[in-house]
């Protein structure tokens, strides 16, 4: 990477030195977990809060969707809506970022760090996801149509053809593998971003930059890292998201690890922990 220019004049505020990131093991991946778990039991009012909003939210969409006819994107939704989870996981991150530092927590400093996560662009970050999502849903909507027509068999039947119908595999292996495909990218943009953007100031231009060059660097543990939250999901989709209430802090915390281990501190802000290998 590299460094930033000199200023061209002098007094002129020289130009904040661009992330630097490093490389990871499969060894972090676990101790990110394992830090992630320990911050949720050490603040757990702020994980179940955050985490029972979340499954609250999905429980609205998927229903708003069922009662208006459109039962045949509750899943889609539902796979789907783990696209804004890191946005939703902000205040996690500040969280287990005042435990990493031993300052006061609290609700109204977690709430004021995410105000000032919002003037550093964490909501166009938020933006970036969110039509990220909704994209999602319009091809969910088309493979339907592409592979069903518009016609609304209803639920059971629908679910019938799906497992029983060479169609039916073929729509769902189609759009697995595309959604596999679209979440793989949102993670590329977002597993160091939006922490990022909470730990200093910078652009979430900058912050998408750092977290697709962090991927880069370290395909093959993020690859490993991305199934990690992908089989956790998988789990709370099964219990019909009540799952998210305890994943989404778990997650969110040790995603804020994820990222120390991944992203080198600014001067003096390393901690022994992340730097242990």
């Known amino acids: ?42 603040a757990p009012q702020f994980g179940l809060l955050f985490g029972l909003l979340y499954a609250s939210g999905g429980w609205s969409i998927i229903l708003l969707a069922t009662v208006s006819g459109f039962y045949y994107l509750a899943y889609p939704l539902a796979a789907g809506f783990a696209l804004i989870a890191p946005f939703v996981a902000a205040g996690l991150y ?73 169609n ?5 292996v189609t759009g697995n ?24 100031d910078v652009d979430f231009v900058t912050a998408m930059i750092t977290s697709i060059r962090a991927v880069k660097l370290n395909l093959v543990c993020m690859i490993y890292w991305a199934l990690t939250i ?8 099964l219990t019909g998201l009540l799952g998210l209430v305890v994943v989404l802090p778990w997650l969110g915390h040790a995603s804020w690890h994820m990222y120390r281990f991944a992203v080198v501190a600014e001067a003096g802000g390393e901690t022994r922990e992340h730097l242990s290998r």
């Open 230 to 237: 992908a089989a956790l999901t998988a789990v709370s989709l």
């Open 1 to 42: 990477m590299a460094d930033a220019l000199p200023s061209s004049a002098a007094g002129e505020q020289a130009p904040v030195r661009a992330p630097v990131v490093r490389e990871i093991s499969k060894s972090d991946l676990k101790n990110a977990l394992i830090y992630g778990w320990n911050d949720f039991k050490a």
């Open 168 to 172: 039916g595999l073929m729509f769902f």
């Open 94 to 166: 500040e969280v287990s970022r005042r435990l990493e530092l031993r300052l006061p927590l609290g609700w109204g400093e977690v709430i004021e760090a995410i105000k000032g996560g919002g003037r550093r662009d964490l909501g166009w970050m938020a933006l970036v996801t969110t039509f990220t999502f909704f994209i999602w849903i319009d091809i969910a909507i088309f493979l339907y149509a592409m592979f069903f027509g518009m016609k609304a068999p209803g639920p059971w039947v629908l679910m019938t053809d799906i497992l029983t119908t060479s």
């Open 177 to 200: 593998v595309i959604g596999a495909m679209i979440a793989f990218a949102v993670f590329s943009l977002t597993v160091v971003s939006f922490p990022l953007l909470l730990d200093r």
